[in-house]
């Protein structure tokens, strides 16, 4: 069976940011992998509206294109922060803001690095992506036909009084309902990154983003390799 990867950036990111994280997962599982064509517009207007199928949208395309391109039968989405959000929401066999995607039939697995899932607080944690994949596709609705896998980084505990880069992750664990004074990858804690049913990593000292530390999830091969699921592969 011939795959693709898939890889969706964060929000506000720029789909260029993750060449190089495309190579390498190219070199290590032997599979194409692309990134979805998204700039920061896209999310700017997907904030704006509270929706995001403008997002899903360009998602879908990739992945028709990955079946032309490549005779990809199905697909591995790598869903980087809100990224893995959107992974959720596509493989809904429900309306997903008026469309219905039907993913599931086109993705054997997703991955995701530091997505604030948040399920244990349910549909109700005060951001509109992850309200929305709470409600429409809570923890791993599709296990046994897609297989799930967290990832999560350990690199910044939250201190309100503590140094900068303590204080602005205090703020951002407790945006999504978290306690501040935890751990997490300096925007998103490691209780929100955990989805149930999904196969679960932590990865000590890795942040967030470019932005939050040298060492992030797509910052190296080593790191790259940590969090990569062999298994994943022809997963079918």
Not at 56 to 62: K, M
Request: charged share 20%.
């Amino acid at each position: 069976m011939k795959q693709a990867i898939i890889i969706i950036g964060g929000y506000n990111s720029i789909w260029t940011s993750y060449l190089k994280m495309a190579r390498e997962l190219q070199a290590l599982s032997g599979l194409p992998t692309v990134a979805v064509p998204l700039l920061p517009w896209h999310w700017w207007r997907a904030e704006r509206a509270k929706q995001a199928s403008n997002v899903l949208e360009r998602l879908d395309g990739t992945v028709a294109w990955a079946h032309r391109q490549h005779q990809a039968e199905d697909c591995i989405l790598v869903g980087h922060s809100a990224g893995g959000l959107i992974a959720r929401l596509y493989l809904s066999d429900r309306p997903v803001w008026n469309r219905i995607y039907r993913g599931v039939e086109h993705v054997s697995g997703i991955v995701t690095l530091g997505s604030p899932h948040c399920d244990a607080g349910g549909p109700d944690t005060g951001w509109f992506l992850t309200d929305e994949a709470n409600q429409l596709a809570p923890g791993a609705p599709y296990f046994g036909r897609v297989q799930y896998h967290t990832v999560a980084g350990k690199s910044v505990l939250g201190d309100a009084s503590g140094a900068w880069r303590e204080r602005r992750a205090f703020r951002s664990y407790s945006f999504f309902g978290a306690s501040g004074d935890t751990w997490g990858d300096g925007v998103v804690p490691l209780s929100c990154a955990r989805l149930d049913g999904a196969e679960s990593v932590i990865l000590s000292g890795v942040a967030h983003s470019r932005k939050y530390g040298a060492a992030w999830y797509g910052s190296s091969k080593e790191i790259i390799q940590s969090w990569w699921p062999e298994g994943v592969v022809h997963g079918r």
